[in-house]
């Protein structure tokens, strides 16, 4: 899967720099100044490609619960305790985009990183002694890569050396690898005493727990900063996944998870995304020429 | 317009299709259930399994009690993505140590246990829910070990202790006895009853009692005779078994048997802690057979004398044998052979982390499997599982 992600990045790098500079350079007025820039169509349009990398944190949000573990009936059910947006992801991305009369569209293919995490808690007590007490805490840290292909609309809110902007679009995304790690700790009074203890983790391949496939909806703002023909973009996000991250089918095949009770949830990833990246221009570099900007 | 709807329309269709959706079916065709009980103490022993009209489950199993030498009844109803629907924990306690499986006559289950005071068999019917469905009967016959169907009456062995010998009898689903009982001598001495006792009584050692009939009309029991614990093929009111495959008195024998055709018999051996499966095996029903003579596949993973199920998957493309047992690391092995030759197709290991020990298992309406067991939450308290293996999974183990 790695392989054909590459081969999707590498065309789409080709068929960019083919399509930039496939038209002719105007002759007549090579400076790209302003008000060449205004008479001329050809001058209002830019391709930018770039890198851009950054950090995300993503909230599991819960469509339909399961689990391995039944509670006797009338029993008070420990729910499973999700924590949002609280472990750091990280993603890359290349990021090709397409400029003209202050709207963008832009292709950004991305390896995305994400982690969440949700803990269970079960007791048993005996009830003619209560000093006769286990307490088991589970916390169930997820990792899942995933390769993606966003489509976003850009808007530049202004036009100037320092350019805010607002985006919105859509992501489909393929799944490369997926870990899961579990962390049992816990309290025993039945030993005797106060006995305090943890577990080993398990650490299990996930890939047959996630979802091959799935896609979601971005939109976020951020600004530009030209440096020279240099473009810098720092840009925050916030993604609604859409369908489910989770594969249905296999909820129960991994008999080292399900074994200590562990079943995923039906479930959708939000993430908040932040990043940084560098942009080139990909159009008309002739000596003295300044991008769109200038 | 009409070219991008063209690519993008059908890219759109194929992208869908290939994302995740709920699908709550699919729970009824695949899950694993843990059912845990709050009481510190409780430890349940899943005895059988039934799928019941409406597709859900019914678990019968033994629960310990406090103070008792015997089992508890415990009886658990779930649907068919194994929620549960009813539960039965408070079964009178003068019932003990429940008999499986279940039998399904006349659209009723019954079971055979004993009261805790003169150890007299007693037949329970229940309904689909797992309640007692009218009163429950007793046989007069002592130490019930094992039951099966045989048309629509039962077949019961039990031990009867005054005449030192297993006893054969037919039951009407009533109760009254319409055949038998036959008895024949486990042989004299203490020491030859010790064991039979010992599989009484709460955390003894449990022999893989049985009884059925074979598809040539014979009765068959696995249970002690002449000192071993043995198969015994018999008729009602028969002075002598017919014939006999001896085990080696109480170490060996056989762990499981299911009779598959005409003197054909899927069955598996143990042997001073040995185990033997042995797919496709012809017996003599008349004559003498020395149990250790007859082979089998040795499985060294499977724990010592292990506890054996079997199981006869047909669907329309494939007819198998399941063995179902407990491994040495603790986890339910599923093995699978192909009737007609008796080759192996495939092996399934559920459980992990967790100790789990088999209860029974059986072929689900689906042509899934069901599986009940035994594990140890927190690696100590014993609880009734449930794997359901989707008739897909199911095929990659026989195919």
């Known amino acids: 899967m790695k392989k054909y992600y590459l081969l999707i990045l590498i065309s789409a790098l080709l068929t960019t720099q083919v399509y930039a500079q496939a038209r002719k350079v105007n002759k007549r007025n090579p400076t790209g100044t302003a008000a060449a820039k205004k008479s001329n ?160 983790p398990i650490l299990v391949g996930a890939e047959d727990l996630f979802a091959k496939n799935y896609w979601g909806i971005s939109a976020g703002a951020g600004v530009n900063y030209n440096l020279g023909n240099v473009r810098l973009t720092l840009e925050g996000n916030y993604r609604m996944g859409m369908s489910l991250a989770n594969s249905t089918e296999n909820r129960y095949k991994n008999d080292r998870l399900a074994g200590v009770g562990d079943a995923l949830d039906d479930i959708k990833l939000n993430n908040i995304v932040f990043s940084f990246g560098c942009l080139f221009p990909m159009r008309y570099l002739a000596s003295g020429f300044k991008t769109l900007d200038r | 317009m009409k070219s991008i709807i063209r690519i993008f329309l059908p890219l759109t269709l194929l992208v869908s299709a290939c994302l995740e959706k709920a699908d709550l079916r699919l729970e009824e065709k695949s899950f694993f259930r843990i059912y845990d009980n709050a009481d510190f103490n409780a430890a349940f022993t899943p005895i059988d399994i039934q799928q019941t009209s409406d597709e859900g489950y019914l678990v019968l199993a033994g629960k310990r009690l406090d103070d008792s030498n015997f089992t508890g009844i415990y009886l658990l109803k779930v649907d068919k993505t194994g929620q549960i629907v009813n539960e039965v924990d408070d079964f009178d306690t003068q019932y003990v140590n429940p008999v499986g499986p279940l039998l399904l006559i006349n659209g009723a289950y019954h079971f055979v246990c004993m009261d805790t005071n003169l150890q007299l068999a007693q037949l329970v019917r229940l309904n689909a829910n797992g309640d007692i469905d009218g009163s429950i009967t007793p046989l007069g016959l002592t130490y019930p070990l094992a039951i099966n169907t045989d048309g629509n009456n039962i077949l019961l062995l039990s031990y009867d202790n005054e005449d030192k010998q297993m006893d054969i009898t037919q039951l009407s689903a009533t109760g009254s006895i319409s055949a038998g009982p036959t008895g024949f001598s486990i042989g004299v001495g203490d020491e030859t009853e010790e064991p039979i006792i010992n599989h009484f009584i709460q955390g003894g050692r449990k022999f893989p009692f049985a009884i059925g009939r074979t598809s040539g009309g014979a009765i068959y029991y696995n249970g002690f005779y002449n000192y071993t614990f043995s198969l015994v093929f018999t008729s009602f009111g028969a002075d002598d078994p017919a014939g006999v495959v001896y085990g080696q008195q109480d170490d060996g024998g056989f762990s499981a048997v299911m009779p598959v055709g005409a003197g054909q018999f899927a069955a598996s051996r143990f042997n001073f802690g040995d185990n033997f499966l042995l797919p496709q095996i012809n017996l003599t029903t008349n004559g003498i057979t020395i149990g250790t003579e007859l082979g089998g596949f040795t499985l060294p993973e499977l724990a010592p004398n292990a506890t054996v199920r079997l199981l006869h998957h047909t669907t329309d493309q494939q007819a198998s044998i399941v063995f179902g047992s407990n491994t040495q690391a603790r986890q339910i092995a599923l093995l699978a052979y192909n009737e007609d030759d008796g080759s192996f197709t495939g092996s399934r290991y559920l459980g992990f982390a967790n100790p789990f020990e088999i209860g029974n298992l059986i072929q689900t309406s689906d042509d899934g499997i069901a599986v009940c067991g035994i594990t140890y939450l927190a690696g100590r308290f014993p609880r009734i599982c449930i794997f359901k293996l989707s008739k897909q999974e199911v095929e990659e183990l026989t195919k």
């Open chain 1, 41 to 200: 169509p050809f001058l209002q349009k830019q391709f930018w490609l770039g890198f851009k990398a950054g950090t995300n944190l993503t909230q599991a949000k819960v469509q339909e619960s399961y689990s391995v573990i039944v509670p006797p009936p009338n029993a008070i059910v420990d729910v499973k305790n999700y924590k949002n947006f609280n472990l750091t992801g990280s993603q890359v991305a290349l990021e090709v985009t397409f400029y003209t009369k202050g709207f963008s569209i832009s292709v950004q293919p991305t390896y995305f990183h994400s982690r969440f995490e949700y803990a269970n808690r079960y007791e048993w007590m005996d009830a003619n002694s209560p000093t006769n007490l286990l307490t088991l805490n589970y916390k169930q840290e997820q990792q899942t890569d995933y390769a993606e292909l966003p489509l976003l609309v850009k808007y530049d809110i202004a036009g100037s050396v320092l350019r805010p902007f607002v985006q919105a679009g859509v992501y489909y995304a393929i799944q490369v690898n997926a870990n899961k790690a579990v962390t049992v700790n816990g309290v025993d009074y039945a030993s005797g005493g106060l006995n305090e203890f943890e577990n080993d």
